[in-house]
């Protein structure tokens, strides 16, 4: 089997990419700060936060969960989802470590 364009670029590169890529849409964003802001679990009221459709507004959810920065439990009826502090741990330390200061040292680049 030949070699996938994932293998040319580092873990930390196609994890970064997986990360941006989770990320990348408005709605996710919006998603994650409500649950940040909420620092609990929360079930059933992100569909009137966000003012998306329900199957839209699960779509965004089925993104983030699969990526493993939220987790969900079902009570009942509902589904109740929270930020999984372990992989949000680690994609801060990522992207941290990707935006590191950058120094011109009075130079100007361009």
Same mark, same amino acid.
């Given at each position: 089997?030949?070699?996938t364009k994932a293998d040319l670029?580092?873990?930390? &590169?196609n994890d970064i990419a997986n990360?941006? =890529?989770? $990320?990348?849409?408005?709605?996710? *964003? ?5 649950? !940040? ?16 459709? &329900? ?6 959810? =089925?993104? $983030?969960?699969?990526?493993?920065? *939220? ?5 009942? !009826? ?33």
């Amino acid at each position: 089997m030949g070699t996938t364009k994932a293998d040319l670029f580092s873990k930390q &590169q196609n994890d970064i990419a997986n990360m941006a =890529k989770a $990320l990348a849409h408005p709605a996710r *964003i919006a998603i994650l700060q409500y649950l !940040v802001k909420k620092n609990a679990c929360v079930c059933g009221d992100l569909v009137e936060e966000l003012g998306l459709a &329900q199957a839209t507004t699960s779509q965004h959810l =089925k993104e $983030l969960k699969t990526a493993g920065i *939220i987790q969900g439990t079902i009570e009942g !009826v509902s589904v109740c989802y929270c930020i999984n502090p372990e992989i949000w741990k680690q994609y801060r330390e990522l992207f941290r470590s990707f935006f590191k200061e950058v120094s011109l040292d009075g130079n100007r680049c361009c």
